[in-house]
């Protein structure tokens, strides 16, 4: 079955004159904005956006440092190479390329926008890096709305709409990126909001706050379209909306997070109807583990755990895990040196999360045993 890369073999030559986004288009987008592309295209929305193509050129005759710190990074180096050299997407101008990452404010935050044909623009979000903000942000996300890169990403998208104020827009993002999209478009203002004609969310997570169940929410949900991947364990964290489409993956369990792996047919996914035993058990797990713990118990667990995992002193989860005998000593310490209300709120989580693992097993296996 084909992937992201077989589309652009078969539909590489069509402009979007000819052909419209699609969900595959959308998506790739959502990827490109993983890369951090901030040394070849303009941060200011107002700025002269530049060709896809040009860019990449000038990209690559960078440094090696540049290339993105993230899952799947040789992937997004070939996206962006073919994409340069595709007669659909070459030719496109990018603008607005944002990457921000501040400790202080525990946030991680990633942009850019795309100039399409025919009056459209699409504003894509980056998901989640490497770095140990980045985690932790995610985590926060379980007790907190918004996060700082929500708001950052409803900041991002009035400007870009104030911008280009006659244009439509589509929005979208993988993983982090898909809740930044929804959440942005739900909260963007009077001038932007009704020229939103689309919203993709791709394993993006949900919301801790009642998001879904607000008048914006409701008025654009029409427009918001959500994939997931059979055993996907991220769009079913926190309140989601049932309101998705189930795509076939040739990755296996938590890897299937990887969108290079969703598989493709024609301008759509590969859908099915039936998520893995693996997705059901991790999402019933999870829902309870997280209903069991109160937001201040989730915020004491967050705390304690990167409390613990910046001891190491490293920015990146990489980081640890290639230090990871040091590593190890610097979080054995660190643990034992945590305040006991943080220790204790960290052992305590440990023992629900073992606690509602078993719950489930039990379910199933009398579930079993009575059918």
């Not at 969310?201 to 009642?210: E, I, L, T, V």
């Amino acid at each position: 079955m084909s992937n992201m890369f077989d589309y652009l073999i078969w539909r590489g030559d069509l402009s979007f004159g000819n052909a419209p986004l699609c969900p595959i288009d959308a998506l790739i987008f959502s990827m490109l904005a993983y890369m951090d592309l901030r040394k070849v295209v303009p941060a200011d929305p107002g700025a002269e956006p530049v060709r896809l193509s040009d860019a990449v050129e000038k990209y690559f005759a960078l440094p090696g440092s540049h290339l993105p710190h993230v899952t799947g990074a040789s992937n997004h180096v070939k996206l962006l190479r073919k994409l340069s050299e595709s007669e659909r997407f070459g030719g496109l101008r990018l603008f607005g390329a944002k990457r921000q990452v501040n400790r202080s404010e525990n946030m991680q935050f990633g942009a850019i926008s795309v100039l399409l044909p025919g009056q459209n623009l699409f504003v894509a979000y980056q998901g989640t890096d490497d770095t140990l903000v980045g985690w932790k942000e995610d985590f926060m996300m379980s007790y907190e709305c918004p996060v700082p890169a929500q708001l950052s990403a409803v900041n991002y998208l009035n400007e870009v709409g104030a911008a280009y104020p006659m244009r439509r827009i589509f929005t979208g993002g993988h993983s982090k990126g898909g809740n930044l999209a929804t959440y942005a478009a739900v909260k963007s203002g009077p001038g932007v909001y009704p020229r939103i004609r689309g919203v993709y969310n791709n394993d993006g997570p949900g919301f801790c706050d009642g998001t879904l169940y607000t008048p914006e929410y409701r008025e654009m949900r029409d427009k918001i379209h959500t994939y997931m991947p059979q055993s996907s364990i991220v769009a079913v964290l926190l309140e989601h909306d049932w309101k998705h489409k189930i795509v076939v993956s040739n990755g296996t369990g938590i890897l299937q997070h990887d969108a290079y792996t969703w598989q493709v047919r024609g301008t759509e996914f590969a859908y099915t109807e039936k998520r893995t035993a693996f997705g059901e058990k991790t999402e019933a797990v999870l829902d309870r583990f997280i209903g069991a713990l109160s937001p201040e118990r989730k915020r004491m667990f967050c705390e304690a755990l990167f409390e613990i995992l910046e001891s190491t002193e490293k920015d990146t989860v990489s980081g640890i895990i290639r230090g990871k005998k040091q590593s190890l000593k610097q979080i054995m310490k660190a643990y034992g040196d945590l305040p006991d209300d943080l220790r204790g709120a960290l052992n305590d989580s440990v023992a629900e999360l073992k606690k509602s693992r078993k719950a489930v097993e039990k379910a199933e296996r009398l579930k079993k045993s009575g059918s």
